[in-house]
């Protein structure tokens, strides 16, 4: 079965500092990629995703996400990070062959330290 | 206007009771879901509708009932309320189109139930 693993649950960065939250994800294709964020009290909104094409993939709020195929592997980053990116964000797959489920990491918080 | 709107936003309730949660949407979208949210689990889906005739189980649809009243009407049923239910439910919608296989889900709020 597809799983995707969310490595930390929780990751604490300095204002300012680079953003990395690491996703892998179980498929023996090439699935469509997808982050989340979840801001507090609120509904999960899309950051990005990746479907064909370019590996890179530029999202809002300066996040971006590289799909590294022989990783298995759809990494989150951001430069530098800021107060108002305190949330949870969540990994999602969805197997190629599959057109409506997502299956979807177990979330990682992120906290930002002033 | 919110374009997913769920109601109620907080619901505490007692084991044994009937519990709706019903949501509704104004994007016009054909899909719509019904996932919970338990911490360190991430979202696990329960039941989705392509369209008004077409309903199916998710991973966790045991305990839990739905209907789909209109296109931008899904509503979800705890036939009998249990403590483990207690979790944090959100609905959400996507669109269908021929060239995307799945395209980007739109979440409402949520609704928090506690189960006593």
């Known amino acids: 079965a597809q799983s995707v693993t969310q490595l930390g649950s929780h990751v604490s960065v300095s204002e300012g500092a680079l953003v990395l939250l690491r996703c892998n994800y179980s498929?023996?294709?090439?699935?469509?990629l997808f982050w989340y964020v979840q801001y507090p009290n609120q509904g999960l909104q899309l950051l990005l995703k990746?479907?064909?094409?370019a590996t890179l993939v530029k999202g809002i709020n300066g996040f971006e996400a590289e799909f590294k195929k022989s990783e298995t592997s759809f990494h989150l980053t951001k430069p530098s990070a800021h107060m108002s990116d305190a949330a949870e964000y969540f990994c999602?797959?969805?197997?190629?062959?599959?057109?409506?489920?997502?299956?979807w990491g177990a979330g990682t918080k992120l906290i930002i330290k002033p | 206007d919110a374009d997913v709107t769920q109601t109620p936003r907080n619901r505490i309730t007692k084991t044994g009771k009937r519990i709706m949660l019903e949501c509704s949407q104004t994007?016009?979208?054909?899909?719509m879901y019904w996932y919970r949210q338990d911490p360190g689990l991430g979202l696990r889906l329960i039941y989705y509708?392509?369209?008004?005739?077409?309903?199916n189980k998710g991973e966790i649809s045991d305990g839990y009932s739905v209907s789909r009243q209109a296109q931008a009407k899904f509503s979800l049923s705890l036939e009998s309320a249990i403590p483990n239910q207690t979790a944090l439910y959100f609905c959400?919608?996507?669109?269908?189109?021929?060239?995307?296989?799945?395209?980007?889900?739109?979440f409402g709020p949520g609704t928090r139930l506690t189960v006593l």
């Open positions: 999602a797959v969805s197997p190629s062959s599959s057109n409506y489920q997502l299956i």
């Open positions: 959400a919608t996507s669109d269908r189109d021929p060239g995307q296989p799945l395209n980007e889900q739109f």
């Open positions: 990746y479907t064909t094409g």
């Open positions: 994007k016009g979208h054909d899909r």
């Open positions: 509708s392509f369209d008004v005739k077409d309903i």
């Open positions: 498929s023996s294709v090439p699935p469509y």
